[in-house]
C-alpha cells in the first residue's frame, strides 16, 4: 500500500489542492457579486425574462448572451456563480495540462518530468488560491470566464504547435486550429482588452501552413470552417445587436480613447479652439471639454500610475457625456475622438509613446503586487453592500421576482467584516512571483537569442526557446492593447491576465533550467574531452 501511495503522491497533493479550491468557492455566500458595470452585463438578461425581448447595451454580446442563456434555464442568480466557479476550476485543470503537453519541447531527461510535475502544481495553486480570480468568478463578470476561455486558447496553440514540431497536419490538427481560432476570436468578444493578441494567439496557424509540406486541402478546410465558425458565432450576432444598441454603440471605445488621451490631447483641442471663430458651436463644446480636462487634471479621483489624470473622472462622471450630446449624429462624436487620438500620434508622437511605455512598465515593473494579486483579506459585507445599489437600480427598471430575492437576502445576510483564507506562505510564494515576473522574462529573451544565433533548428532547445516566446506573447500584447487604448492601473486588467501569466512564467522556469542544464553539461564535456587529451599525452 505504502509503496502505491509513493508512486501516487503527487497526484494525491494535485487532487487535494483541487478540493481546497473547490472548498474556497464553496466557502462563500451563494448569491453573486455585483458592481458598478453589471447593469450593462446583466440587464439585457433580465430584460429578456421580464419583458420578453432582449434590450442590448453597448457592451459586447458574448457575455450577456452567456447570462441570459444560463438565467433562462435556472431562473437563478447564483447559477452564474456556480458556473463561473466550474469555469475557474477547470481553467486550474486546462493550465496543469497546458503545462504537461508542454513537455515535449524540453530536452529528454528525467530532471525535466519532476520540474514539469513541480510547475504544473504551481500554476493550478496560482488560479485555484488567488483571492482575485476567485472574487471575479463569484462576480457577475466576463472575467469570471476569462480565465477559461484563455487557457482553452493557449492549450490550442500548444497543441497545434505539437504537430507543427511533428510536422503532422492530421485531423487533430484540423480540430485544434478550429479550436484556436474560435477561442482566440471569442476572447476579443468577451473581453476586447485582449485585442491585439487575436493575431499572435493564431502564429501556430501562420507555422503550421509554412512548415507542414503540401495538406492544402485539410490546411484550406480548417481555415474554411473556422472562418464560417467566427461568422456565425461572432461576427454577425454581434452586428445585429450593436445595430440595435443605438447612439451609445458610438461612446464607448472612441471616448475611453479620448479620456486615457486627454492630458496629451488637450494641446491639439487647444489649437482646434484657437482656430474656429470666436462664436462657433465648436468653439465653445471643446472649450467647455477643456476645462473639464484641466479641473480633471488639478484633483484626479484615483491616481493613476503614469498620468496626471484619471481617465474615469472624464469618462463616467459627466464630461464625456456633455461632450456625447453636443452631435446631432453619434458617428461625428466617435469620428472626432478617432481623429484627435490619430492627431495626437501624428502631433505629439513621443508623449503618446511615453504614455503607452509607462502603461506597459506598470505591469513589467519590479513591484510585489502587479501581476498576481498578494492580497489575502477583504470584506465580503462591504463588496454584497456596496454591490447592492447597483442591483437596486436594475430591479427598479425590472422587477423580475428573483432580483427580487437577491436584493432580500443579501440585507438578511450576517457577513463578517473580513475574510482571510490566502495565508502567509502562500502570499509570500505570491509576491515572490511578482519580483520575478520581469527578470525572468529578460533572461529567457537572452538565452532565447542566444540560442537563435547558436544552436542548430533541430535542436530541442531551439523549439523550446520558439514556445517560450510564443507564451510570452499573450501577456505583451494583452497589456499592449490596454496601454494603447486605456490605462494599465485597473485590477481586472493586470490580476485578470492570471492565466497567461501563470502559464508563461512557468514555462519561463523550466525554460531557463533547460539552459543552465545545457550550459553545464556542454562545460562537463569540455572539461572531460581536455582530461581525456591530457591523460592521452601523458600515456604517449
Request: charged share 15%; net charge positive.
Amino acid at each position: 500500500m505504502w509503496s502505491v501511495l509513493r508512486k501516487r503522491f503527487y497526484w494525491i497533493i494535485l487532487a487535494l489542492v483541487f478540493i481546497l479550491g473547490i472548498y474556497l468557492r464553496l466557502s462563500l455566500p451563494q448569491l453573486p457579486i455585483s458592481d458598478a458595470d453589471t447593469d450593462e452585463y446583466l440587464s439585457p438578461a433580465v430584460g429578456m425574462l421580464y419583458m420578453g425581448h432582449y434590450i442590448p447595451t453597448y457592451r459586447d454580446f458574448l457575455y450577456p448572451c452567456f447570462l441570459t442563456a444560463v438565467l433562462t434555464a435556472t431562473h437563478s442568480l447564483y447559477a452564474i456563480a456556480l458556473i463561473q466557479h466550474l469555469a475557474g476550476v477547470a481553467a486550474a485543470a486546462l493550465a496543469a495540462v497546458v503545462i504537461f503537453r508542454l513537455r515535449v519541447f524540453l530536452p529528454a531527461s528525467g530532471a525535466f518530468d519532476w520540474s514539469t510535475r513541480a510547475i504544473a502544481l504551481l500554476a493550478a495553486c496560482g488560479l485555484l488560491f488567488s483571492q482575485f480570480t476567485i472574487l471575479m468568478e463569484h462576480s457577475i463578470r466576463p472575467e469570471g470566464l476569462f480565465p477559461m476561455t484563455c487557457a482553452v486558447t493557449i492549450l490550442a496553440g500548444v497543441e497545434l504547435s505539437r504537430r507543427v514540431l511533428a510536422r503532422k497536419y492530421d485531423g487533430a490538427a484540423i480540430f485544434w486550429s478550429i479550436i484556436l481560432v474560435f477561442f482566440s476570436v471569442g476572447n476579443l468578444y468577451l473581453k476586447p482588452a485582449w485585442g491585439l493578441t487575436t493575431g499572435t494567439a493564431l502564429l501556430p496557424i501562420i507555422f503550421a501552413c509554412i512548415l507542414i509540406p503540401r495538406e492544402w486541402f485539410r490546411k484550406s478546410a480548417a481555415l474554411l470552417g473556422s472562418f464560417l465558425l467566427i461568422l456565425a458565432a461572432f461576427t454577425l450576432p454581434s452586428s445585429f445587436f450593436k445595430s440595435r444598441v443605438g447612439p451609445m454603440s458610438h461612446w464607448f471605445l472612441p471616448g475611453t480613447l479620448l479620456s486615457a488621451h486627454a492630458e496629451i490631447l488637450a494641446n491639439v483641442i487647444e489649437k482646434d479652439v484657437l482656430r474656429f471663430p470666436k462664436d462657433s458651436r465648436e468653439k465653445t463644446y471643446l472649450t467647455d471639454f477643456l476645462k473639464d480636462i484641466h479641473k480633471a487634471q488639478k484633483n484626479p479621483r484615483v491616481p493613476r500610475y503614469g498620468l496626471k489624470i484619471d481617465p474615469d473622472d472624464l469618462l463616467w462622471c459627466g464630461p464625456l457625456d456633455r461632450l456625447f450630446y453636443q452631435f446631432e449624429k453619434p458617428t461625428d462624436f466617435s469620428r472626432m475622438c478617432y481623429l484627435y487620438y490619430l492627431r495626437g500620434w501624428l502631433e505629439h508622437p513621443f508623449p503618446m509613446l511615453g504614455k503607452v511605455i509607462r502603461q506597459m512598465e506598470f505591469f513589467y515593473s519590479f513591484r510585489e503586487n502587479n501581476v498576481y494579486s498578494s492580497r489575502h483579506g477583504y470584506s465580503l459585507k462591504y463588496v454584497y453592500n456596496k454591490g447592492l445599489k447597483y442591483m437596486r437600480e436594475i430591479q427598479s427598471d425590472f422587477p423580475w421576482p428573483p432580483l427580487e430575492s437577491y436584493i432580500e437576502s443579501i440585507c438578511k445576510m450576517n457577513l463578517p467584516d473580513k475574510t482571510t483564507w490566502l495565508r502567509a506562505i502562500l502570499a509570500s510564494t505570491v509576491v515572490w512571483l511578482n519580483y520575478l515576473f520581469l527578470p525572468m522574462i529578460l533572461l529567457s529573451i537572452v538565452g532565447a537569442t542566444i540560442i537563435f544565433v547558436s544552436a542548430d533548428k533541430t535542436s530541442p532547445l531551439y523549439h523550446a526557446a520558439m514556445i517560450m516566446l510564443y507564451l510570452a506573447s499573450f501577456n505583451f500584447f494583452t497589456s499592449l492593447t490596454i496601454s494603447l487604448v486605456h490605462m494599465m492601473d485597473v485590477a481586472r486588467y493586470y490580476f485578470g491576465q492570471i492565466t497567461l501569466s501563470i502559464i508563461s512564467q512557468g514555462y519561463q522556469f523550466l525554460f531557463l533550467f533547460a539552459l543552465i542544464r545545457n550550459v553545464v553539461l556542454t562545460w562537463a564535456e569540455k572539461r572531460r574531452g581536455r582530461s581525456l587529451v591530457s591523460i592521452g599525452q601523458v600515456q604517449q
